[in-house]
T-cell receptor
Framework: KQEVTQIPAALSVPEGENLVLNCSFTDSAIYNLQWFRQDPGKGLTSLLLIQSSQREQTSGRLNASLDKSSGRSTLYIAASQPGDSATYLCAVRRGDNFNKFYFGSGTKLNVKP | GAGVSQTPSNKVTEKGKYVELRCDPISGHTALYWYRQSLGQGPEFLIYFQGTGAADDSGLPNDRFFAVRPEGSVSTLKIQRTERGDSAVYLC????????????FGPGTRLTVL
């Protein structure tokens, strides 16, 4: 069974800092990996999707990397802003079963003004 | 265009009662997913529809849970004889290609079983 772990569980940083969120998964036979943002009381918003053949994806101040062989992904946020405060979730799709996403428990980020 | 919508946003019920949760996916999306999210946890897969059929229902915890999508659009998640442990946020997502495309999530229904 695929297990997805996110470290740290919570993170508080001052505005302007660059930061890295970590995601690890136990089964490297993934189809793709996706990073989401969740605001309190809201659904999930997709940030970046990385196919298993890719090493990284970038969108604005966000950069996600994938090392499938070691079972790791990182989400890099540059020049953090208070509006970045949210819970960040990573999810992997297995290569042998596209239907399921396996989610981590998330990292709760607080960016202080 | 409109995103994924879910109704009701909150549902409080008593143990043993029956509940229905509704999901309206993005128009034209053929794939629809239900997830359950407990406090402090990531979403947990329940069921996946491709069109009208349940292509994968392996995440449903037991036979008290059932979902339908009769016309390939709106879906209803049905929970019989609710238990306190069913309390969670139920999320719905849709995508237009299933396996490869991004899932778009609704705001969820918060279910509380007293």
């Amino acid at each position: 069974k695929q297990e997805v772990t996110q470290i740290p569980a919570a993170l508080s940083v001052p505005e302007g800092e660059n930061l890295v969120l970590n995601c690890s998964f136990t089964d490297s036979a993934i189809y793709n990996l996706q990073w989401f943002r969740q605001d309190p009381g809201k659904g999930l918003t997709s940030l970046l999707l990385i196919q298993s053949s890719q090493r990284e994806q970038t969108s604005g101040r966000l950069n996600a990397s994938l090392d499938k062989s070691s079972g790791r992904s990182t989400l890099y946020i540059a020049a953090s802003q208070p509006g970045d405060s949210a819970t960040y979730l990573c999810a992997v799709r297995r290569g042998d079963n596209f239907n399921k996403f396996y989610f981590g428990s998330g990292t709760k980020l607080n960016v202080k003004p | 265009g409109a995103g994924v919508s879910q109704t009701p946003s909150n549902k409080v019920t008593e143990k043993g009662k029956y509940v229905e949760l509704r999901c309206d996916p993005i128009s034209g999306h053929t794939a629809l997913y239900w997830y359950r999210q407990s406090l402090g946890q990531g979403p947990e897969f329940l069921i996946y529809f491709q069109g009208t059929g349940a292509a994968d229902d392996s995440g449903l915890p037991n036979d008290r849970f059932f979902a339908v999508r009769p016309e390939g659009s709106v879906s209803t998640l049905k929970i019989q004889r609710t238990e306190r442990g069913d309390s969670a946020v139920y999320l719905c997502a849709s995508s237009d290609q299933g396996a490869t495309d991004t899932q778009y999530f609704g705001p969820g229904t918060r279910l509380t079983v007293l």
